[in-house]
């Protein structure tokens, strides 16, 4: 991020934070971006203040992709940052029972031109499911898209304080003696070996048998604004998860390999790209976030 002069930023596009192997048109990049828009259009709000925005990039690999000014001026306001706060990826502990249809209205609530929930049991259910774990095993036997995973795996305790980004022990939901294990343990090396290969798989193949469905999100187009727009959806309906008890785990590997955005969007009919895959599941607690977040001193430069 660069400021401008006081309240008007501009929001990039760092390379340093790329996947080559598994997004290398950054499209993925985009919607992170766009996520990460919506965030800061809340918390500004919380304390008085409209955004002004302008889309700068014309491409996904333009350095300057949003210019946003702060304004002082009345307007709705985002009035409780706990649900922005405790926000987190939950991947484990979902139960099977189905998101009820009056939580898939609230969770998507003036969303829903662009979101399609696919039942567990139901064929699309069960397509995307099969799809996502074929996905998920042509992942992991690929070594370039391992290699980039292991390149953002933190480990230990010193390499997640150092860094702050990227995968954690507890950001993957390994806790109480195998996150112990792991953290004092395990380097990148690791990740490539067929035994932490069959292990991830094992885990998601039990992930794929337990959770209450998928939630699409799709795109008109896959445009920088399209994208963007993409991102920020996904951060108003996560905010809206907490309350309902529903834990969110993005399934990206179905989009990364084959049959990718495009594809998948024709393979489940829904005539426009799939941007995002949710998968979906109460849960019995909503746990404090586990990912190490990263001083504004070293993102923000003049």
């Given at each position: 991020m ?10 990039g ?15 993925e990049?985009?919607?992170s971006?766009g ?18 925005w302008r889309v ?7 350095a300057d ?6 304004e002082r001026r009345p307007?709705p306001?985002?009035p409780?940052l ?5 926000r ?16 898939v209205q609230?969770l998507?609530g003036?969303e ?5 929930f696919?039942?567990?049991?139901s ?8 799809a996502t774990?074929?996905a998920?095993?042509?992942?992991t ?13 933190r ?9 702050r980004?990227g995968?954690?022990a ?7 003696p ?6 004092h343990f ?6 490539l070996t067929?035994?932490?290969?069959a ?7 039990g992930?794929l048998?337990?959770?209450?469905g998928w ?12 994208l ?7 951060a108003?309906?996560?905010?809206r ?17 084959a ?8 393979y489940?009919g829904?005539?426009?790209p ?10 019995e607690s ?8 990263r001083?504004?001193?070293?993102f923000?430069?003049t």
């Amino acid at each position: 991020m660069r400021l401008l002069g006081p309240y008007h930023w501009v929001i990039g596009n760092d390379p340093r934070g790329w996947l080559p192997v598994v997004d290398p048109t950054q499209r993925e990049t985009m919607l992170s971006l766009g996520a990460f828009a919506q965030c800061l259009e809340y918390a500004a709000a919380h304390f008085g203040y409209q955004c002004r925005w302008r889309v700068r990039a014309t491409t996904r690999q333009a350095a300057d992709v949003l210019e946003v000014r702060l304004e002082r001026r009345p307007g709705p306001a985002y009035p409780d940052l706990t649900g922005l706060l405790g926000r987190r990826t939950l991947r484990t502990d979902f139960s099977p029972v189905p998101i009820q249809p009056a939580d898939v209205q609230q969770l998507t609530g003036g969303e829903a031109a662009h979101c399609r929930f696919l039942a567990p049991a139901s064929g699309p259910g069960r397509d995307l499911t099969a799809a996502t774990l074929a996905a998920n095993q042509h992942q992991t036997a690929r070594d370039p898209a391992q290699c980039e995973l292991a390149h953002w795996v933190r480990w230990d305790a010193a390499a997640v304080l150092r860094h702050r980004d990227g995968l954690t022990a507890a950001g993957m939901g390994i806790e109480g003696p195998a996150g112990w294990l792991v953290r004092h343990f395990y380097d990148s090396a690791r990740v490539l070996t067929p035994d932490f290969r069959a292990r991830g798989l094992a885990k998601i193949t039990g992930q794929l048998a337990t959770h209450g469905g998928w939630l699409v999100l799709t795109s008109p187009g896959e445009s920088v604004p399209a994208l963007l727009a993409a991102g920020r959806r996904l951060a108003r309906i996560w905010l809206r998860a907490k309350a309902l008890n529903i834990g969110i785990h993005p399934m990206t590997q179905v989009l990364e390999e084959a049959p990718g955005p495009a594809g998948l969007g024709q393979y489940l009919g829904l005539g426009a790209p799939v941007q995002f895959v949710l998968r979906l599941g109460y849960v019995e607690s909503y746990d404090a976030p586990v990912s190490p977040r990263r001083p504004v001193e070293w993102f923000v430069r003049t």
